[in-house]
């Protein structure tokens, strides 16, 4: 088994996610591993036909910065307990983001919650852990919230 130096911590600043980022603080202080957090978000349509409604551009950019600000705070919380870390932010399909950005980042060890839709919710829709699951180029670690 090849040495976990880098770990990514996949976030969608739920508290299942706060959890992963949490584990991987710990796991990060015992192995001598530095942390790379990214947040996926999958923008919405830009136009809904037959209406053409658009999504206004400051709409998108309010949840891009959002997300930003909340990926610094992140950076600084895990930047405090010592640990090298930095933060990605991308856009698209959140499996395919998170998988790929495990490869050009050259990830060991994806860590990330899982909030278990179950139901007809899961079979229409699957989960994000589960498809990062089959898309991973390295082991994927999936928590649940604490008491979850």
């Not at 996610?17 to 001598?32: F, H, I, Q, S």
């Not at 139901?119 to 928590?143: D, I, M, N, Q």
Request: charged content about 20%; overall charge negative.
């Amino acid at each position: 088994m090849s040495p976990i130096g880098k770990i990514l911590v996949a976030t969608d600043f739920s508290p299942h996610a706060a959890r992963a980022l949490e584990y991987a603080v710990d796991w990060a202080k015992t192995l001598g591993a530095t942390i790379d957090v990214v947040h996926v978000y999958e923008a919405p349509l830009v136009e809904l036909t037959p209406y053409h409604l658009a999504i206004p551009l400051k709409v998108l950019e309010g949840v891009r910065d959002a997300a930003r600000e909340r990926l610094e705070g992140l950076r600084e919380k895990v930047a405090a307990e010592g640990i090298a870390t930095a933060v990605h932010l991308r856009e698209g399909n959140s499996a395919e983001g998170v998988a790929d950005a495990a490869r050009e980042l050259g990830a060991d060890l994806i860590v990330m919650g899982t909030r278990g839709n179950t139901g007809l919710k899961h079979v229409l829709l699957g989960s994000v852990a589960e498809r990062t699951l089959r898309l991973a180029p390295c082991p994927v670690l999936t928590l649940h919230a604490a008491g979850a």
